[in-house]
């Protein structure tokens, strides 16, 4: 099955008919004369990988805002935390642990990253099932239920940003040594398929959307936030 989550349009020549000047299709009829291009089951990989890195920025602003004592409500980490649990870990990782890694064991290649990768996993489960019962409203009004909180986003943060570095920069390139084209090309069909039955059509962008909204609530979804206000010499 094919969506509009793994192509994109590419624009193609309307010819007009000798001696004619034929009129301008509708951007309608281009649309569908348009070719498509298909997107890799690795740049499926790590495009979520941004999904979870703009997670991990929603979590830090909370625990910024939590640390000076700022308002923030308990929702933006349950919201967050519940992204996590069905985006992260019951889809990306499933994906990872059910295709990727054992590619990797049955050819005997970076065997000890993967082990640690799946070790990652696990603990990360861990770790969401405690800000998901930290972050319920009654749990956060409680102070000290807080700081748990806190200790535990950040531990998520601290070992999350390196495992998907790694992955993307060891794991992932490295698949393309064992793997032939073909079996890529059946990754990407696999990894289509199970994202329609969790999430239905455009099944990335509705989480991409999810977690704009995050953002929004926070005022962090202006990339233009981030940038250093450095004065010039």
Known sequence: MESSRRHF??????GCAAGLTALAPSDDKKDKDKPEEEVSALEDLMREHGVLNRVLLVYEEGLRRLHAKEEVGPEVFHKTAELVRKFVEEYHEKLEETFIFPE???????VDLVQVLRQQHEAGRRVTDLVLRLSAADAFRKEGNRKQLA????????????HEAREDTVLFPA?????????LEELGEQFEKEEDRLFGEEGFEKIVDQVAALEKQLGIYDLATFTPKIPSR
């Open 175 to 183: 698949l393309h040594k064992i793997l032939p084209t073909k079996r």
């Open 9 to 14: 349009f590419v624009a193609a020549g309307v």
């Open 151 to 162: 200790a535990a986003c950040s531990a998520f943060i601290r070992m999350y940003r390196p």
């Open 104 to 110: 990797f064991e049955k050819h005997r290649k970076h």
